[in-house]
């Protein structure tokens, strides 16, 4: 991470399995050059850890309560995020659901 790059966690609550938002969310974090992973969540979220330039991370959560057009997106909550766990830099992943 550069010096002005910061790191986020993502929840996003509603429909938002089975309806290709990981999938979708991939994109668009490549899109805005922006590093990490999304994943399932057990509880029927999607969580995603993001990392880049602040104004990117912001377009990605102004997104994530749009997301692809069979979502139905209630709630998105956004904190900071461990860049510990981001793994290895390289382009955005789906991660394992947990």
Do not use: K
């Amino acid at each position: 991470m550069s010096a002005r790059e910061i790191c986020r966690n993502l929840r996003v609550h509603g429909r938002v399995q089975g309806v290709g938002y990981r999938w979708t969310l991939c994109a668009e974090a490549e899109r805005l050059g922006l590093s990490g992973w999304v994943r399932n969540r057990r509880d029927g979220s999607v969580e995603a850890l993001v990392s880049g330039m602040p104004e990117a991370i912001d377009a990605l959560v102004v997104w994530a309560w749009r997301g692809p057009s069979m979502a139905r997106v209630e709630r998105v909550s956004c904190s900071e995020g461990n860049a510990a766990e981001l793994g290895p830099a390289g382009r955005f992943r789906q991660a394992a659901t947990l």
